[in-house]
């Protein structure tokens, strides 16, 4: 089993259910040279056209797009790797994205000083390749090996890190749909809910053992929780909440009393398990006196 101080950093790495993952790791200005850089060729483009060059045009503008992507794919590729290097747990990204930058880059230089700088093809191809190694040299490569160590299997792993993470995105949405709710008597029994669904998800982060025990409740009752939040929040917007507001409640009571329950049952089952290892290593000591 995994060390439990390592696995409560333990994240999925989904990207596309993480823009704003994204957002937040995404570098504030690295990359833009490559932008100032592409305007040039969108100028150069701009007046190719004006004089009916149209190979010009065609080069000028792949050029530009070049430097477009290459920019876009820089940054997201690095908030990628943020995302990872935070996480002690997680799935390596999908896409080498800085890597393909750094390629479309060096083919955008290539082509721009062989046909739009007249240079000789072999001097193009060694710029297009210095391009590529400093690219390498200041970004480096991208992750591509999976942090699981410590697992029976990469299949439990990514089964436990996506419980985690799927439950507290629901979290998170309950807490935000909590804070925009007027009526403090719903409010605060949706925050007191969502603490108690932290608190599970804590548990298994601490012990992922308890997957399975914890699993019904992070998956069905939290995903139903959210979708009710979601509606109850939508009725307050239109002034019809009072018609759902004591049935809501009621949920929302037996949600954190059946989370209590059950957390106190996974701590109880946790004192039994280790009751049974200490038993055992007395056996095993005396067996062996």
């Not at 040039?40 to 050029?63: D, M, P, Q, T, Y």
């Not at 089964?159 to 799927?166: G, H, P």
Request: charged share 25%.
């Amino acid at each position: 089993m995994p060390a439990q101080d390592k696995f409560n950093k333990a994240k999925r790495y989904r990207p596309q259910d993480k823009e704003q993952n994204l957002q937040k790791f995404a570098p504030m200005m690295t990359g833009t040279l490559l932008l100032i850089i592409g305007v040039n060729h969108l100028v150069l483009a701009i007046r190719a056209l004006g004089k009916g060059e149209s190979l010009c045009f065609l080069i000028a503008a792949f050029i530009f797009a070049s430097y477009v992507g290459a920019f876009v794919m820089l940054r997201s590729g690095l908030a990628h790797e943020r995302i990872y290097e935070n996480a002690v747990y997680a799935k390596a990204p999908k896409w080498p994205l800085k890597s393909i930058a750094g390629g479309l880059l060096s083919f955008a230089t290539l082509v721009s000083a062989y046909s739009l700088g007249g240079y000789p093809f072999f001097a193009s191809l060694a710029l297009g390749v210095s391009v590529m190694v400093g690219w390498y040299l200041y970004y480096g490569l991208d992750p591509r090996v999976d942090k699981l160590e410590g697992f029976g299997n990469d299949k439990t792993a990514e089964r436990v890190l996506r419980l985690i993470v799927d439950a507290h995105g629901d979290i998170d949405y309950i807490k935000k749909t909590a804070g925009s709710i007027h009526d403090e008597q719903v409010r605060m029994p949706m925050l007191q809910m969502a603490e108690g669904f932290e608190r599970l998800v804590k548990h298994v982060e601490d012990d992922p053992d308890d997957y399975e025990r914890a699993r019904r409740y992070l998956v069905s009752y939290l995903g139903d929780l959210r979708t009710m939040s979601e509606t109850y929040f939508k009725l307050e917007s239109a002034g019809r909440s009072e018609e759902i507001k004591t049935t809501f409640l009621d949920a929302l009571d037996e949600s954190v009393t059946k989370l209590d329950r059950q957390y106190d049952k996974l701590l109880d089952d946790d004192v039994l398990d280790l009751d049974i290892q200490i038993a055992v290593l007395k056996k095993r000591l005396e067996s062996e006196g």
